[in-house]
Structure formats: structure tokens, C-alpha cells
């Protein structure tokens, strides 16, 4: 298990305590990030050592950006692509990811708040709060594709 540490920077040029309230979240949202993509980085490259042995008649044919939107904002990752003629692309990585481009952690949010608000605000709220941009029909999707996967109604 690995430690992961951040430093921030905090200078005296703070005007009232909102501004550097802003100044933390917003630092510590990139260091996480920070982190977290260079975690994604290493854990593809295991991943698709890994795939390369087990499946010799795949190659490697390049990497391709993803976009993951989860609590601490949106990132951009990079994960190595394995073609086979006449299969599917395989992307090692994307057996961590979650399915979508959001979290399972954001979506559970988004759809928790869309239940006792409107769509469009619980959209403002997600982006203020987490820093995480979701449409309001974003959300409405997102709670349709679970009803579908668990037979269940998410919203009241």
C-alpha cells in the first residue's frame, strides 16, 4: 500500500476567508488528481503486461484518451489500446474504470439530488460542490440506465 501525500503552498495574499477556502479545495482537487492519474498511469501499465501475456495474438496499437468525471472533478487519462483483426478493441484499464464517463460515487450523488431537486439545479449543485459539470439531462440518463440495469425506479 502506497501513501499519498500533498503539500500545498499557502501564501499570506488572501483577501477574506472565502478566497482561501477556494484556494485549498481547489488544491487540494488537484493534487488528488494529480495523484490519481499517475496511480491510473501505473496501473495500466500493469494491466496490459499482464493482458499482453495472457493474450499473444493482440498488439499494441496505440493509447487513447478517456475522460472520467468522479469526486474530485474531471480527468484525462491515457490508456494503452490492444487490436486483434477481427475482434474488438480491448482497453486494459477499462476493467478498473467505471462503465461511464461518471462515477459510480457522482452518479449515486447526482441521482440522490435529483430526487428532492430539479435536474438543472441539482446540476448547479454538483458543480459547485464537487466540481464535477453534469447536464440535468446528463442526470436524467444516468438515473434511466440504473432503473434498466436494477429493474429498479431511482427517483420518488
Excluded at 40 to 52: G, I, M, V
Excluded at 61 to 74: C, K, L, M, N, S
Excluded at 87 to 107: A, H, M, N, Q, R
Aim: aromatic share 12%.
Amino acid at each position: 500500500m502506497e501513501t499519498i501525500s500533498l503539500q500545498i503552498n499557502v501564501g499570506l495574499g488572501f483577501d477574506n476567508f472565502n478566497s482561501f477556502e477556494s484556494f485549498l479545495i481547489s488544491s487540494v482537487r488537484q493534487g488528488i488528481m494529480q495523484e490519481i492519474k499517475g496511480y491510473l498511469k501505473a496501473l495500466d501499465e500493469e494491466l496490459s503486461c499482464q493482458f499482453e501475456l495472457e493474450h499473444p495474438d493482440y498488439y499494441y496499437h496505440g493509447q487513447v484518451t478517456r475522460a472520467i468525471r468522479f469526486y474530485y472533478g474531471e480527468i484525462q487519462i491515457k490508456r494503452r489500446r490492444y487490436r486483434c483483426k477481427g475482434k474488438k478493441d480491448i482497453y486494459p484499464l477499462d476493467l478498473f474504470l467505471p462503465l461511464g464517463i461518471l462515477s459510480e460515487k457522482v452518479t449515486e450523488i447526482a441521482i440522490e439530488l435529483s430526487t428532492e431537486i430539479p435536474y438543472a439545479r441539482s446540476s448547479r449543485l454538483l458543480q459547485e460542490i464537487l466540481g464535477v459539470k453534469v447536464s440535468g439531462k446528463g442526470i436524467w440518463h444516468s438515473g434511466s440506465r440504473r432503473t434498466e440495469r436494477t429493474g429498479r425506479a431511482c427517483y420518488s
